[in-house]
């Protein structure tokens, strides 16, 4: 049993189901992302966990206590909202001290722990002023610290860092995942984008059309994909997803792809598992960052595969290169080096990192090997 | 909430703004005129009026129909002036008001952010109540007042008057709630803020424009009431019937100069609560239309 149980949850409205049995045991401490696109369900969820949104069925338990049907403020969790909903008419001191005070916790508890946040947050000279005078990462600032001022069992983040700009998400998002890392709370949080949930999580759950299609770790989430929709929603650029054959040399499976020309290529799987799959049709999934100039290539791996093909399209993006080619007729998206010479229309020797290959069956889209 | 700002689309020539200007004051001033033939006339004795110019300033100046006005004109047959009368429609529009307000907002409070089944059904039946007319209710509304005992009664037209404004106080808050964040609800419920504690603490302190939209229609609205007035207002009848009385009475002298006096002294709080917060009224109209 973990410290935030969600057991077989559904939601329902009416006759559409929004959310088909959700299974996740989150332990003390641990930072959970739930990621998805728009409509996934993901916001749904953690408005259930908030207790804002009725369980249509299954359980949901925080520190072993079902909390369905108990009211919000009554399971001892905090949120942080997208709009971060910080009260206008108060000042930063009352919107952080409203929730203890309608719990009534005594004025100089309150301002105490008013101080204690104020400090880890470095907003102690923003207390006097009104939400309307602050800027966005400083408003963002508020919200946590509403959040963090009533010591909750579980924080709850819907979305926190979409308004913001480009480069304040980014420190945000270190400053977030610093908080965690002191503090050590549980955190349950919503986004929709694939970076903050790899950066941030220590388990990501991926959720599309109302189903969690994998919980893992980051790292098993980006290598092993459960099936084609995790592979393509995780990752940017997303996983070059091809059509190939298994083809078995030597007892030894390979993937027959075609190149630019029309050429058939061979490509040794690492996975020894495909063997059963000889001369079947599958999806081939490699990663951008594996298909790289031979230089570029990693070391570590056992199963570099050299690959000519004709260039389309080079893409300078400052720290890499992106570099579009043609593979059994798809799009595939190379990353190089910054300073790799290939042009577009040039010959290239491509290196391809096979160890990090995987395989989905083309039918169920499910990942077959590793 | 967006402030209204002095923007012009085009920019116009001097020759063109000092026309525009000519133009504005002419109307501005014919707009004025009766006000001051009101005024004027209210501040002359009775043969300067019968005797020849409505338009000539008095060539004595005199308070007389000012006090008889309030004080001592005969109103159908008690010498007493407009003064009860203002006090019953002061009585009655305070109340009204008030509670017509109050209850709008619990209810645009409610059917925004407390949604359930069928909210929109009852939202559009409260919303038609603003499309009947008043002698179609007359009826009705005299049975039930004389059931309630409250017939010929201020308590019974502060009903009338709530009943029938709260469609269109309704309305007023309904439609700025719902630009209001529905998330902030959700923190406050979250930080364990009851019903009630939600709409004192968050809502209403960014009420202000809506409240002031509703107030002043609310006020003009039934402040200028007569119909109601002088069919349910019994013996404690509003400033309106008496004016009417004032004014309509067909026996003796015609004292224009008083009628003059009562029909401002009849126009002048809804005159003031314009002046007083007409600004708000456009700024919280502009508020609540731009969603909803």
């Known amino acids: ?370 | 909430m967006s402030a209204v700002t002095q923007d012009t689309a085009v920019s116009t020539g001097r020759v063109a703004r000092a026309f525009i200007y000519l133009l504005l004051i002419l109307f501005a001033l014919f707009y004025l005129l009766p006000l001051y033939v009101m005024g004027v006339n209210s501040l002359k004795p009775l043969q300067e009026i019968t005797g020849g110019n409505m338009m000539a300033l008095p060539a004595t100046w005199t308070l007389e129909p000012w006090r008889a006005a309030w004080s001592s004109a005969q109103i159908g047959v008690q010498p007493t002036g407009l003064k009860p009368y203002f006090i019953n429609s002061i009585l009655m529009v305070v109340p009204a008001v008030a509670i017509s307000t109050v209850l709008g907002a619990l209810n645009g409070y409610i059917l925004t952010k407390w949604r359930f089944r069928g909210d929109t059904i009852v939202y559009g039946l409260m919303l038609f109540s603003c499309f009947i007319p008043f002698q179609i209710v007359l009826i009705p509304m005299a049975v039930v007042l004389g059931k309630l005992g409250l017939a010929g009664t201020v308590p019974g037209l502060i009903l009338v008057h709530v009943v029938y404004g709260l469609g269109f106080t309704t309305l007023y808050f309904r439609n700025y709630y719902a630009a209001f964040p529905t998330e902030l609800v959700r923190a406050a419920m979250m930080d364990g803020a009851g019903f009630f504690r939600i709409f004192w603490r968050i809502l209403l302190p960014v009420s202000g424009p809506i409240a002031v939209v509703s107030i002043i229609w609310q006020f003009t609205n039934i402040w200028n009431d007569f119909l109601f007035g002088v069919s349910f207002g019994g013996t404690s009848q509003p400033m309106t019937a008496a004016l009417n009385n004032l004014v309509q009475s067909s026996t003796g002298v015609k004292e224009y100069n008083v009628h003059f006096a009562a029909a401002i002294l009849a126009a002048l709080p809804t005159l003031v609560v314009y002046v007083v917060a007409g600004r708000y009224f456009v700024r919280g109209l502009m508020a609540g239309s731009v969603k909803g």
């Open chain 1, 1 to 370: 049993m973990g410290f935030l149980d969600i057991r077989n949850v559904t939601k329902s409205y009416g006759s559409v189901q929004v959310l088909h049995d959700v299974d996740i045991s989150v332990a003390e401490g641990e930072f959970l992302v739930l990621v998805g696109p728009s409509g996934c369900g993901k916001s749904t969820l953690l408005n259930m966990i908030a207790g804002l949104e009725s369980v249509t069925s299954g359980e949901i338990a925080i520190r072993g206590r079902v909390v369905n049907g108990v009211h919000p403020s009554k399971r001892n969790i905090a949120m942080v909202f997208q709009s971060y909903a910080l009260y206008p008419n108060m000042t930063v001191a009352q919107n952080i001290t409203f929730g203890l005070e309608m719990h009534g916790t005594p004025r100089a508890e309150r301002e105490r722990a008013l101080a204690d946040v104020a400090k880890l947050l470095q907003i102690d000279h923003l207390l006097d002023r009104k939400p309307a005078q602050l800027s966005g990462g400083q408003r963002q600032r508020v919200a946590m610290g509403r959040a963090l001022v009533r010591d909750p069992d579980v924080f709850l983040f819907d979305e926190p860092l979409s308004n913001l700009d480009a480069k304040l998400r980014v420190d945000m998002r270190t400053e977030i995942k610093k908080l965690h890392q002191k503090l050590g709370t549980t955190i349950v949080y919503v986004t929709h984008d694939q970076i903050e949930a790899m950066t941030l999580s220590t388990r990501i759950a991926v959720m599309y059309r109302g189903h969690v299609q994998q919980l893992g770790t980051p790292r098993e989430i980006y290598d092993t994909p459960a099936n084609v929709f995790v592979a393509t929603f995780m990752g940017s650029p997303a996983m070059n997803i091809l059509p190939a054959r298994v083809a078995l040399r030597d007892g030894v499976p390979h993937a027959r792809i075609t190149d630019a020309e029309g050429a058939e290529r061979l490509l040794r799987f690492s996975q020894p598992n495909l063997a059963g799959w000889d001369g079947r049709d599958i999806l081939l999934g490699i990663r951008p960052e594996a298909i790289t100039d031979p230089e570029g290539a990693d070391r570590k791996s056992g199963n570099i595969q050299g690959l000519a093909n004709r260039v389309s399209v080079t893409e300078p993006a400052g720290s890499d290169t992106f570099v579009t080619m043609v593979l059994s007729g798809r799009d595939v998206i190379a990353r190089m080096r910054a300073d790799a010479s290939v042009g577009p229309g040039q010959d290239f020797d491509f290196a391809v990192n096979m160890d990090k290959a995987v395989a989905f069956d083309p039918q169920s889209e499910e990942r077959i090997a590793p």
